[in-house]
């Protein structure tokens, strides 16, 4: 079960952050239209900091998990990605290939 609640979470972070992406893009349409302080851009910056809320917590929520990576079998934690970057699994210490299978 902790593997399907792992995938459950970590797709629900890309799409989160993918959504996050289009409200950046809506937010800087907004200003170019009608300036910083029109409601409109008010309400997509609004939009735009509550996906980000959601995705820290849905991350936070990934960072409970320590699954052992399928090549060398060492812990992977997740990293939180910043603004609207999903995260990513990494190593905790330093491993003999690059990127983790998780």
């Known amino acids: ?6 995938d459950i979470l970590e797709r629900a972070v890309h799409t ?8 950046d893009e ?3 349409e907004a200003k170019a239209a009608g300036g910083g302080d029109h ?21 936070r929520e990934l960072e409970d998990f320590v699954p052992n990576c399928k090549k060398c079998g060492l812990d ?3 990293v939180p ?4 970057s999903p995260g990513h699994w990494a190593h905790r210490e330093p491993a003999p290939h690059g990127e983790p299978s998780v």
Do not use: C, S
């Open 1 to 6: 079960m902790a593997r399907r609640e792992r």
């Open 16 to 23: 989160i952050a993918e959504q996050a992406v289009k409200a």
């Open 26 to 28: 809506l937010v800087d």
């Open 39 to 59: 409601p409109v851009t008010v309400h997509a910056k609004m939009l735009r900091l509550e996906l980000l809320k959601v995705k820290a917590d849905l991350e």
């Open 76 to 78: 992977v934690h997740w």
């Open 81 to 84: 990605g910043l603004g609207v």
